[in-house]
């Protein structure tokens, strides 16, 4: 029978004592940024009433304009992490360069990526937002950390996961044993175990994309999203709803839970930039979550997980999700 009630930091233990997936260092971490999650959800519930809608009037390294949450989320993880031992440097899509923990605390021999506040635009019309995070270990061997020392693949990943901030303020994570959800018991103040071993459908009959870049996509993305409109009575034979919640954190969830696909890729606005959402934090993680559910994430023609960054807020082509409907996308990339 399914226990009742069991904590994050009970899951966290027992992972760590019974599969030894997770070592101390990683576990201290990971409640950690549990923890950092709980407080910025405290802050974006608090909407007007906190004095933090709004824009901050600064720009961040991606010349986006910084809501007053997305410092405050910022903020709050740097603040949580950096005195506890378990982390050697930071990166934020809120920061142009790394985050070395300071000298007065101790290294550890994890790197923390994070997306602070996905979903950003969302905040002022109350739309679920989100937290993205992906954890490295540091390459061994040199003293120090630089930039270069971030510059690993998705597949080199340890952990992984986001914190949604909606309805309910649910924690989605995976070490590599698959994915498991923890929902925020507002009563407790902790998070609880309320599905693992999640599953995303290999088909399904719904996509996600902005449809307003319709003229600007390459053709495999055009084929494809055709193909989907003309339903029933198209090459599919079936019809297909659409989602769009401009909010990554949220359409992923939804494709964690129910199956779907989704597409943000490349397309002619910005030919230059392989695509709008980063690699590191965003796809990166969005992607191991997806594929430890049994889904699928390719930038179009390779697996995201396999990509060698180059740079810290490099952009990538993001089609993730439902496996079939994501090897279909990617075979009309490649002309298959
Ligand atoms: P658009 C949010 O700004 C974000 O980075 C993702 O969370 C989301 O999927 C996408 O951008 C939305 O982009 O162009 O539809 O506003």
Redesign the pocket.
């Known amino acids: 029978m399914k226990q009742k009630n069991i904590s994050l930091t009970r899951y966290l233990v027992e992972q760590q004592r019974v599969d030894g997936l997770i070592p101390g260092q990683l576990r201290l971490l990971l409640e950690v940024v549990a923890r950092a999650c709980k407080r910025i959800a405290l802050a974006v519930n608090k909407g007007e009433l906190g004095e933090v809608m709004g824009s901050a009037g600064t720009e961040n390294i991606q010349g986006e304009v910084q809501k007053k949450l997305d410092i405050i989320a910022n903020e709050t993880l740097i603040e949580a992490n950096e005195w506890g031992g378990h982390l050697a440097a930071m990166a934020s899509e809120e920061m142009e360069g790394i985050y070395l923990v300071p000298n007065r605390y101790p290294l550890g021999e994890y790197l923390l990526m994070f997306d602070p506040l996905?979903?950003s635009?969302n905040i002022d019309v109350n739309v679920s937002i989100g937290t993205i995070f992906s954890v490295l270990k540091k390459p061994e061997g040199h003293p120090g950390v630089t930039e270069d020392d971030f510059m690993q693949p998705g597949n080199q990943q340890v952990a992984a996961g986001y914190c949604i901030y909606g309805p309910q303020t649910t924690l989605v994570l995976t070490v590599g044993d698959g994915v498991a959800m923890f929902t925020l018991d507002r009563e407790q103040g902790s998070f609880v175990l309320t599905r693992e071993n999640v599953r995303i459908p290999e088909d399904t009959k719904e996509f996600a994309i902005?449809m307003s870049n319709m003229r600007h996509w390459d053709e495999p993305v055009k084929r494809y999203i055709d193909e989907c409109l003309q339903g029933k009575e198209g090459p599919r034979g079936k019809d297909f709803n659409m989602r769009w919640i401009?909010?990554?954190v949220s359409?992923v969830h939804r494709i964690l839970c129910r199956g779907g696909v989704f597409m943000?890729p490349w397309d002619k606005r910005e030919p230059n930039k392989p695509g709008?959402?980063r690699l590191m934090y965003e796809a990166n993680p969005m992607g191991w979550l997806v594929e430890q559910a049994g889904g699928a994430a390719t930038n179009g023609r390779q697996r995201i997980l396999d990509i060698q960054p180059t740079q810290l807020h490099e952009r990538v082509s993001v089609i993730l999700g439902s496996k079939n409907e994501v090897e279909r996308v990617t075979s009309y990339h490649s002309g298959t």
């Open positions: 996905d979903g635009s902005n401009a909010s990554m359409d943000y709008k959402l």
